[in-house]
């Protein structure tokens, strides 16, 4: 069996205007949301700001932020990045670290800028 690796993955459709983003659970499960490059890089341009990023998508409310302390009343000092994304009736909290999420954003602007293998020719 072929083992999922990288916390965060993400494929640009350029021809769609959408980015997959997948989010290691397990070595054997990853779970993917599809997002409008729009929204992609409004999560790009604020996750590690005070406060983080929290969009409206048409389906999802999303929440990123880079913490530095855990849970209270104990509020440990530790980094990480939360997200969090509430769907109608279920809700799905990950927590990774700073530079998975700094690596997926080189990765964005790399498939951004460059021809990649799934990107259809056009005419």
């Known amino acids: 069996m072929l083992e999922f690796t990288k916390p965060l993955k993400i494929y640009l459709f350029k021809e ?18 599809m997002l409008k490059v729009e929204d992609f890089e409004k999560i790009l341009g604020f996750w590690n700001k005070k406060g983080g990023c ?3 998508t048409d389906n999802a409310v999303w929440h990123i932020q880079y913490k530095t302390s855990g849970p209270r009343p104990e509020s440990k000092p530790v980094a990480y990045v939360r997200i969090a994304i509430y769907l109608k009736s279920q809700a799905f909290h990950y927590r990774v670290d700073y530079d998975d999420v700094y690596e997926m954003q080189k990765d964005y602007f790399y498939q ?7 990107d259809k020719e056009t005419q």
């Open 54 to 56: 929290q969009i409206q």
């Open 16 to 33: 769609t205007n959408e980015v997959s983003l997948s989010i290691l659970v397990s070595s054997n499960t990853v779970n993917t949301y």
């Open 112 to 118: 951004k800028n460059n021809k990649m293998y799934w």
